[in-house]
């Protein structure tokens, strides 16, 4: 009787190459990749989710990356012997090994990044999209400008307001910097407290913290002790919507009434426009809204849209959030002789006259707007360390009193309810730092100590704060790293056209001039879909897009450049994996069918 072989064990390479090449793998691999695609494109759409995430995001596609393309590398092998029908399945796991190659190569050699240009302007630079934090110091001779101290590239990719992680520097001095707040979206707001007992430095007006709410939405606002802020330079109450808030810290309900009422108004939607060469024109909105008006010196002024709640959203774009006259502003347009052309020009009211805001185009025009409504007086009385009384008087009604705690609300109409925040009697101004802006630029939190003693500041992005300690004084900047593109670009004309009756943008058009070393500057009109290449010295081309644009200057255009090396593999591998599909799909069949034997 034969002795069974004993079965042999695979080893250490069989067993790592069996679990590359099975099936399993590839599956779970393909759907942890759709699985993250789904999350990016569906779940991860905010901005701050998006900086919090791009980090590990990225890393982790990589990853599946390298296993798939290891996957499919070890089930081609596993195939062998090769013969003709298996031709197609070759091609076809070559080319997606070809086309996960050139990704690769894009990763390790590509660049990307963005710079904006007005015209007139030209740079052979591009900022990268990496935080640096460069730290410059006065030459001891005192003349010239700063020189170079210290860089630091900031690792801010996952930070996201309330991170306890630091990033610090030590200088040669034995001084440290230190980063520990990152806000995204940063803006400054004056704001009040009470003055400590002994500070010398009070504001004599008592004033109130008021928060106006309408669903989600809350607006908040500092209102001033009425009684004492009388006279053409005092500023105006807090208004919102129909409702017009003031503060009264020692006044009776009827004197706080009669003042109110008693408040000049505006005339009924019209735009004031003043020129030199005329007294003032009166224009109402509500008739030539879309019509032209003829302006002394052969100018013409229209009214393009009316927006009776304007709001700038995350994109610099004005639009109106409700039919509610909350922030009502206009748009107009302007044109003239000699091509003059002024467009998107915004006229608000942010203030209640006397103080109507104006707007000045060119020298040869001021704008004002004028909006009529029979406001409600709002009055606020303080009646205790952490009490109020709200007084509501509509127009020809008597009040109605509500005795309230701070932060509680009171209903003014079926929309909309006020609260008290704070009440201040002897208020101190400060500056706090919100996070809460959107379109707005991010910003770093730096803390520079040494000796006993400490100095900080809050530096946005693009901008440059000199602190000092201990005698000496550093100029730190926030900006990005920089790297060099192997040509320069300038930009001649930048145009923006829009869809017809909206301000929504329909074409953006940017006319350059491009200079290569060794050749002959030529012109080039870049469009949103019609980018510009130009060749690099060494393989593939540099790629600048159309990006976008600064609504306040629109002479700026923002363009992004990228530099793809592994495009023409890519594109290789796509027609190997499609040749690889056709041959399995229709060419293996017809082979398979004329090779087979007949019968005897």
Same mark, same amino acid.
């Given at each position: 009787?034969?002795?069974?072989?004993?079965?042999?064990?695979?080893?250490?390479?069989?067993?790592?190459?069996?679990?590359?090449?099975?099936?399993?793998?590839?599956?779970?691999?393909?759907?942890?990749?759709?699985?993250?695609?789904?999350?990016?494109?569906?779940?991860?759409?905010?901005?701050?989710?998006?900086?919090?995430?791009?980090?590990?995001?990225?890393?982790?596609?990589?990853?599946?990356?390298?296993?798939?393309?290891?996957?499919?590398?070890?089930?081609?092998?596993?195939?062998?012997?090769?013969?003709?029908?298996?031709?197609?399945?070759?091609?076809?796991?070559?080319?997606?090994?070809?086309?996960?190659?050139?990704?690769?190569?894009?990763?390790?050699?590509?660049?990307?990044?963005?710079?904006?240009?007005?015209e007139g302007e030209q740079t052979d630079r591009y900022f990268?999209?990496?935080?640096?934090?460069?730290?410059?110091?006065?030459?001891?001779?005192?003349?010239?400008?700063?020189?170079?101290?210290?860089?630091?590239?900031?690792?801010?990719?996952?930070?996201?307001?309330?991170?306890?992680?630091?990033?610090?520097?030590?200088?040669?001095?034995?001084?440290?910097?230190?980063?520990?707040?990152?806000?995204?979206?940063?803006?400054?707001?004056?704001?009040?407290?009470?003055?400590?007992?002994?500070?010398?430095?009070?504001? $004599?007006?008592?004033?109130? =913290? &008021?928060?106006?709410?309408? %669903?989600?939405? +809350?607006?908040?606002?500092? !209102?001033?002790? @009425?009684?004492?802020?009388?006279?053409?330079?005092?500023?105006?109450?807090?208004?919102?919507?129909?409702?017009?808030?003031?503060?009264?810290?020692?006044?009776?309900?009827?004197?706080?009434?009669?003042?109110?009422?008693?408040?000049?108004?505006?005339?009924?939607?019209?735009?004031?426009?003043?020129?030199?060469?005329?007294?003032?024109?009166?224009?109402?909105?509500?008739?030539?809204?879309?019509?032209?008006?003829?302006?002394?010196?052969?100018?013409?002024?229209?009214?393009?849209?009316?927006?009776?709640?304007?709001?700038?959203?995350?994109?610099?774009?004005?639009?109106?959030?409700?039919?509610?006259?909350?922030? $009502?502003?206009?748009?107009? =347009? &302007?044109?003239?002789?000699? %091509?003059?052309? +002024?467009?998107?020009?915004? !006229?608000?009211? @942010?203030?209640?006259?006397?103080?109507?805001?104006?707007?000045?185009?060119?020298?040869?025009?001021?704008?004002?707007?004028?909006?009529?409504?029979?406001?409600?007086?709002?009055?606020?009385?303080?009646?205790?360390?952490?009490?109020?009384?709200?007084?509501?008087?509509?127009?020809?009604?008597?009040?109605?009193?509500t005795d309230v705690r701070l932060n509680q609300a009171v209903?003014?109409?079926?929309?909309?309810?006020?609260?008290?925040?704070?009440?201040?009697?002897?208020?101190?101004?400060?500056?706090?730092?919100?996070?809460?802006?959107?379109?707005?630029?991010?910003?770093?939190?730096?803390?520079?100590?040494?000796?006993?003693?400490?100095?900080?500041?809050?530096?946005?992005?693009?901008?440059?704060?000199?602190?000092?300690?201990?005698?000496?004084?550093?100029?730190?900047?926030?900006?990005?790293?920089?790297?060099?593109?192997?040509?320069?670009?300038?930009?001649?004309?930048?145009?923006?056209?829009?869809?017809?009756?909206?301000?929504?943008?329909?074409?953006?058009?940017?006319?350059?001039?491009?200079?290569?070393?060794?050749?002959?500057?030529?012109?080039?009109?870049?469009?949103?879909?019609?980018?510009?290449?130009?060749?690099?010295?060494?393989?593939?081309?540099?790629?600048?897009?159309?990006?976008?644009?600064?609504?306040?200057s629109q002479a700026s255009s923002t363009f992004n450049v990228?530099?793809?090396?592994?495009?023409?593999?890519?594109?290789?591998?796509?027609?190997?994996?499609?040749?690889?599909?056709?041959?399995?799909?229709?060419?293996?069949?017809?082979?398979?069918?004329?090779?087979?034997?007949?019968?005897?």
């Open positions: 009787m034969s002795e069974v072989a004993p079965v042999r064990k695979p080893d250490i390479f069989e067993r790592v190459f069996d679990f590359f090449a099975s099936v399993k793998l590839g599956v779970c691999v393909m759907l942890t990749c759709a699985l993250l695609f789904a999350l990016s494109t569906v779940v991860w759409h905010e901005p701050e989710v998006i900086v919090k995430h791009v980090a590990w995001v990225k890393t982790a596609f990589e990853v599946i990356l390298v296993f798939l393309t290891l996957n499919l590398f070890a089930v081609t092998l596993s195939r062998y012997p090769w013969n003709r029908f298996k031709i197609g399945m070759l091609t076809t796991h070559a080319g997606l090994i070809v086309t996960f190659t050139g990704a690769f190569i894009t990763t390790v050699r590509g660049r990307d990044g963005t710079f904006t240009l007005a990268t999209g990496k935080d640096l934090l460069s730290i410059k110091s006065i030459p001891p001779s005192g003349h010239g400008g700063a020189v170079p101290y210290k860089e630091i590239q900031l690792p801010l990719v996952g930070w996201t307001r309330g991170t306890d992680r630091d990033i610090k520097l030590e200088l040669m001095d034995g001084s440290v910097v230190r980063i520990d707040r990152y806000y995204t979206k940063f803006r400054m707001e004056k704001a009040w407290r009470e003055a400590k007992p002994g500070h010398a430095s009070v504001n $004599p007006i008592p004033v109130a =913290r &008021v928060s106006v709410a309408r %669903g989600g939405h +809350a607006e908040k606002g500092w !209102v001033y002790d @009425e009684s004492l802020m009388q006279g053409p330079d005092a500023p105006p109450p807090f208004r919102f919507a129909s409702f017009i808030v003031a503060y009264h810290r020692e006044m009776d309900e009827a004197a706080a009434k009669n003042l109110m009422l008693a408040r000049p108004e505006p005339r009924c939607g019209t735009l004031v426009v003043r020129t030199p060469a005329g007294g003032p024109k009166r224009i109402d909105v509500k008739d030539y809204l879309g019509k032209p008006s003829e302006l002394p010196g052969g100018y013409t002024l229209e009214l393009q849209q009316y927006m009776p709640d304007m709001v700038v959203g995350p994109d610099n774009k004005a639009t109106s959030r409700s039919d509610r006259p909350i922030h $009502p502003a206009i748009r107009i =347009r &302007v044109t003239g002789p000699g %091509g003059f052309d +002024a467009s998107e020009v915004l !006229v608000h009211l @942010e203030q209640t006259p006397p103080q109507a805001p104006h707007i000045n185009l060119d020298d040869r025009f001021q704008f004002s707007y004028e909006f009529d409504e029979r406001f409600t007086a709002v009055s606020i009385f303080r009646t205790g360390e952490a009490t109020a009384a709200v007084l509501v008087s509509p127009p020809g009604a008597d009040g109605r009193r209903p003014l109409d079926d929309e909309l309810a006020i609260a008290v925040a704070g009440l201040f009697d002897r208020p101190v101004e400060e500056e706090i730092a919100c996070d809460d802006a959107p379109g707005r630029s991010p910003a770093i939190h730096v803390i520079w100590s040494g000796g006993g003693n400490q100095t900080e500041a809050w530096i946005p992005f693009n901008s440059t704060r000199e602190m000092s300690l201990n005698e000496t004084t550093f100029y730190f900047n926030y900006t990005q790293t920089q790297a060099a593109l192997p040509f320069v670009l300038g930009l001649s004309d930048f145009r923006v056209r829009n869809y017809e009756g909206s301000d929504k943008p329909a074409s953006l058009e940017s006319l350059v001039r491009v200079r290569e070393e060794g050749k002959p500057e030529y012109g080039r009109l870049i469009r949103m879909n019609a980018p510009l290449e130009v060749p690099d010295k060494s393989w593939g081309s540099w790629k600048v897009v159309q990006h976008s644009y600064y609504r306040e990228s530099y793809d090396p592994g495009r023409p593999v890519v594109y290789t591998g796509f027609i190997a994996v499609c040749a690889g599909i056709f041959f399995m799909f229709w060419i293996k069949p017809l082979v398979r069918k004329y090779t087979e034997k007949a019968p005897l």
